[in-house]
């Protein structure tokens, strides 16, 4: 059973850093492709970031170009969102997740607020 487990997430300063961590477990990820969405109170998740499992290939929200890195390490089974110069805006809580066939797996999600 696909389980996703992120971590990281806390309260930082408008210009502070966090690093986000979705441990992945349950079968190979080596076809998929992996992403960050976010959901702010009152309003929809939205895409952050992904990447392909099985190469270097990456996209971003337009919102977090320049700011944030997403990466992964295979070894470890975990992808990371290097979140860097963080803005109040940007306080939500952070999902990772994988889409499988018909099927898209979640993690519970972990809260970035970002005072000002």
């Known amino acids: 059973q696909v389980q996703l487990v992120e971590s990281g997430g806390g309260l930082v300063q408008a210009g502070g850093s966090l690093r986000l961590s979705c441990a992945a477990s349950?079968?190979?990820?080596?076809?998929?492709?992996m992403g960050w969405f976010r959901q702010a109170p009152e309003k929809e998740r939205e895409f952050v970031a992904s990447i392909k499992w099985n190469g270097d290939s990456t996209d971003y929200a337009d919102f977090v170009k320049g700011r944030f890195t997403i990466s992964r390490d295979t070894a470890k089974n975990t992808v990371y969102l290097q979140m860097n110069s963080l803005k109040p805006e940007d306080t939500a809580v952070y999902y990772c997740?994988?889409?499988?066939?018909?099927?898209?797996?979640w993690g519970q999600g972990t809260q970035v607020t970002v005072s000002s």
């Open positions: 997740n994988v889409q499988i066939g018909l099927f898209s797996y």
């Open positions: 349950g079968r190979s990820f080596r076809t998929y492709t």
